[in-house]
């Protein structure tokens, strides 16, 4: 049983891996093997379970009718998909999922997920931690459409960090490339307005580290 995997999970956080092998064994459960480049489930189809990747890398993938393909996200070690779209009215795949390599996923249905949270509350609590936090990232996506530039995008980005880390020298947690897709944008156009906000004195950067330099101007462009 991929216990181990499972207590790495968002949805099984807080339990051990004793706790989750009794789970288990009360629970109707599949591992699924993929090779790479296979589709597990392409746009419009229906979504019946929840899966947790155990090994491997996912692609979540949008393919526009005349071929062109944007990644969405990818998804490794013990993420988790499917939650969001089995627990709302909208039952089909907004998205094309995608093996990246060789891959293997946890999957579990509505209906035995449903009586694994009447059974255990920390579960429960975790799934509506994870919807939150969904919806919470998709009203920041939405933020960032609202602006008019790229250089508002940063800004609103940085500040975000500046709060949370509650410090002029920020630690990216993620990559370059992330950040571009976080935002919306292409990486070397990230790259071109981060150079010049750092020529203009707004901000400074070295690696993953990033030092706000003016507060002020970085707030007044929002």
């Given amino acids: 049983m991929p216990t181990k ?18 789970i288990l064994e009360n629970t ?26 155990i090994d491997g890398i996912l692609e979540i993938r949008k393919i526009y009718p005349l071929g062109k393909t944007v990644v969405v996200t990818r998804l490794k070690e013990s993420d988790i998909f499917g939650e969001v ?10 998205s094309t999922l995608v093996s990246c390599s060789s891959l293997k996923v946890f999957y579990v249905s509505k209906k035995e997920m449903i009586n694994i949270m009447e059974h255990h509350p920390t579960i ?9 936090s969904k919806i919470l990232t ?4 939405l933020r960032n459409l609202s602006y008019e530039n790229l250089r508002q995008k940063i800004s609103d980005f940085i500040l975000t960090e500046y709060k949370k880390q ?4 920020i630690e990216l947690s993620i990559s370059r490339k992330e950040m571009a897709e976080t935002l919306g944008v292409t990486r070397p156009s990230l790259s071109r307005e981060l150079a010049t ?10 690696k993953n580290t990033l030092k706000i330099k003016d507060l002020k101007k970085l707030e007044d462009f929002l």
């Fill in 5 to 22: 995997i499972l207590q790495k999970c968002v949805l099984f956080k807080s339990l051990s891996e004793s706790a989750i092998e009794s």
């Fill in 28 to 53: 109707s459960y599949q591992v699924v093997d993929y090779t790479k480049d296979q589709m597990l489930y392409t746009e419009g189809e229906e979504c019946t379970k929840i899966g947790i990747v």
């Fill in 85 to 94: 779209i089995l627990f709302s009215n909208m039952k089909n795949y907004p």
């Fill in 124 to 132: 429960m609590n975790n799934l509506l931690n994870i919807l939150s």
């Fill in 138 to 141: 998709l009203n920041k996506k």
């Fill in 166 to 169: 509650k410090s002029s020298y």
């Fill in 197 to 206: 906000m750092k020529e203009d004195g707004i901000i400074d950067y070295h």
